[in-house]
């Protein structure tokens, strides 16, 4: 187990499928963000690390900034010395780029997630270098979410390791983004299994049966449910 462990909480602050298909209304959002949060949410628990679900049912504020920083605020009241946030609509977000965090947080550093749009996918900090006002202060939502909070923790002089860019998903554009990844791989794969048609059923039984394919083109099974987990 890594050192201090249990003294951290993963923030997972996201709203209910439903209330995010709302916000980001496409075709089939809502099962699409179901399935998101379910996924985001194993990942994290994979970490052996206790993890927050904050939906809109818990979170305390008008604006974003507040009830962002009211929810990493409330996980520092309950004893949590540090803090790794994330959202459920990065998709690439690996349960290895939370171990990653976890480990910069024991040699004290902090951890920047960026995403491709100027925001963040994940933040780790610590208790003493967080400020609740300076937070709510943060341009939220916008392009200049990553830079500021970069400025903000090389101020206090924390070491900063950054993660690689993600993209995220904010529309229906963002969905075909991640099609066309997916389409440009299979016929990467196609060409290299030319040669037999054994390695080409192969390769469509493994892709049909994947997660990949179950998350790109919405799966049509078992609705899943957001699961909040208390400390």
């Known amino acids: 187990m890594i050192q201090n462990q249990k003294q951290t909480a993963i923030l997972l602050f996201a709203y209910s499928s439903k209330k995010e298909a709302n916000h980001k209304v496409f075709d089939n959002s809502e099962q699409l963000f179901q399935e998101l949060n379910q996924?985001?949410?194993?990942?994290?628990?994979?970490?052996?690390?206790?993890?927050?679900?904050?939906?809109?049912?818990?979170?305390?504020?008008?604006?974003?900034?507040?009830?962002f920083t009211n929810a990493i605020q409330e996980a520092f009241n309950k004893g949590?010395?540090?803090?790794?946030?994330?959202?459920?609509?990065?998709?690439?977000?690996?349960?290895?780029?939370?171990?990653?965090?976890?480990?910069?947080l024991q040699d004290e550093k902090a951890t920047l997630g960026p995403s491709f749009d100027g925001g963040t996918y994940l933040i780790a900090i610590k208790k003493e270098?967080?400020?609740?006002?300076?937070?709510?202060?943060?341009?939220?939502?916008?392009?200049?979410?990553?830079?500021e909070l970069k400025k903000y923790l090389a101020k206090q002089n924390i070491v900063i390791e950054q993660l690689g860019y993600l993209a995220d998903i904010d529309s229906k554009k963002d969905i075909s983004f991640f099609v066309d990844q997916l389409k440009f791989s299979f016929l990467l794969l196609k060409e290299l299994t030319t040669s037999t048609a054994t390695k080409v059923l192969f390769y469509f039984n493994s892709f049909y049966t994947s997660k990949a394919y179950s998350y790109h083109f919405f799966n049509k099974g078992s609705p899943l449910t957001l699961i909040t987990i208390n400390r």
């Open 80 to 104: 949590y010395s540090q803090v790794i946030t994330i959202g459920n609509d990065s998709p690439k977000l690996k349960t290895s780029h939370l171990l990653k965090a976890l480990n910069n």
């Open 39 to 67: 996924k985001t949410l194993v990942k994290a628990q994979k970490t052996g690390v206790d993890v927050l679900v904050i939906s809109e049912k818990e979170q305390i504020g008008v604006t974003f900034g507040e009830r």
């Open 129 to 147: 270098h967080f400020s609740k006002e300076i937070f709510k202060s943060i341009a939220w939502n916008t392009r200049k979410v990553f830079s």
